[in-house]
């Protein structure tokens, strides 16, 4: 028999778990059997919200002095989609020539099973006594809409008076071998609705109307001409792109009123939220030029501001344990899209450390058995130094 400690055989008891957001689908359940006979004290904890479906989500701690070390993580997936077109059936955690397949492999089940069988092996090394505490924040609710997961989770943690000193997100940083990558921090995200009114008209009459379509194009492409920025030390130069270009007009012989563009922006740290709509709104301004249509922007909200965890002992840390378990040196990356981590890092220094990315979301998603022995071990050395 397996020990319960083995990183293998717990991501595939999760990957059988049909935990498609926002199900729990056993999950959280099978997560807190794991961890109470081990001396952690699991809470499951829902959380609601107005038009959003209730989520399930699991903190669970053991000790009770500092340090103070969170994995935090997900336990819900996207849809597997078509499951015929999966050469092996997305639940059923099936391992072919050292490849284990199913939803969830490596975004982020397989991660999560890592840090529970890493941190199993550390307390039990320890004889259930660890030298400080170890926490697990798990969410059911980060590929959804993501209101009612570590948002809330960690909002209620800290009501309830818990104190993290670091956090290691065991999102799927890797980019072709275990370790190769981690995120030190995000771009934030912007997301925005460039509307421009003009006067409705005859096609045939053009000079009564005024066809906000060709305001609205120049707009844009005054938008779309110049970079936000140049990058900056950590972060990649910040993006503008449009989405969407919307009129909803089935009249052939009618100019619209009004037209308009959507837009998403990822922001580096050259900027902040309310600097980027500035400028953003600076050079719609001055594209205006003499267009008659009138313009505005409407700003959806945004929860995703940028961030970068600083440099310090804690990354040192995590770096010497992947270079001594891996022999490499982990790229520090800001790239990418939102994470948990943006909630986190409200709360304390946050790192993302996780399985190799490239089938995350994709049919016959799958992560090698190896990489899930690699990572379990990164993580056991990681816990070993900081609680040494
Ligand atoms: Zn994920």
Redesign the pocket.
């Known amino acids: 028999m397996k020990r319960p400690d083995d990183p293998v055989t717990i991501a595939r008891d999760l990957l059988r778990c049909r935990s498609v957001t926002p199900a729990e689908g056993g999950a959280l359940g099978f997560i807190e059997n794991l961890l109470q006979p081990a001396g952690f004290k699991a809470t499951r904890v829902t959380f609601t919200e107005a038009g959003t479906a209730p989520v399930e989500n699991l903190y669970a701690r053991i000790g009770t002095s500092a340090p103070h070390l969170v994995l935090a993580g997900?336990t819900d997936v996207v849809p597997a989609g078509d499951e015929a077109r999966w050469s092996h059936p997305p639940f059923a955690a099936e391992i072919v020539d050292g490849v284990l397949y199913g939803r969830g492999a490596v975004?982020?089940k397989g991660g999560i099973a890592c840090a529970l069988a890493a941190a199993l092996a550390h307390v039990a090394a320890r004889n259930g006594q660890p030298h400080g505490s170890i926490s697990f924040l798990v969410t059911g609710d980060?590929?959804g809409v993501a209101v009612n997961g570590t948002t809330k989770l960690l909002q209620w943690a800290a009501e309830g008076g818990e104190r993290f000193d670091h956090c290691i997100l065991g999102?799927p940083s890797s980019a072709a071998a275990v370790g190769d990558t981690i995120k030190i921090g995000r771009r934030g995200s912007l997301n925005g609705h460039l509307v421009v009114t003009g006067r409705q008209g005859h096609v045939a009459y053009p000079q009564l109307a005024d066809n906000p379509i060709r305001s609205l194009t120049a707009l844009m492409t005054a938008l779309m001409a110049t970079p936000l920025d140049s990058g900056s030390a950590h972060f990649e130069p910040s993006n503008l792109e449009f989405t969407s270009v919307d009129v909803g007009n089935p009249t052939v012989n009618l100019i619209p009123g009004e037209a308009r563009a959507r837009f998403n922006i990822r922001f580096n740290d050259c900027h902040n939220q309310a600097s980027l709509k500035q400028l953003i709104e600076a050079r719609v301004a001055a594209a205006q030029g003499n267009m008659t249509a009138r313009w505005r922007i409407d700003w959806e909200p945004s929860n995703a501001d940028v961030f970068r965890t600083a440099p310090g002992p804690f990354l040192d840390l995590v770096v010497g344990a992947i270079k001594e378990v891996t022999g490499r040196t982990p790229k520090l990356s800001t790239t990418g899209g939102t994470?948990d981590a943006r909630f986190i890092k409200s709360y304390c220094p946050v790192l993302e450390l996780g399985l190799v990315g490239r089938t995350m979301h994709q049919t016959d998603e799958c992560t090698k058995i190896s990489d899930l022995e690699v990572l379990a071990s990164v993580y056991r050395r990681i816990l070993d130094r900081y609680f040494a």
């Open positions: 997900h975004d982020m980060e590929e999102e994470s």
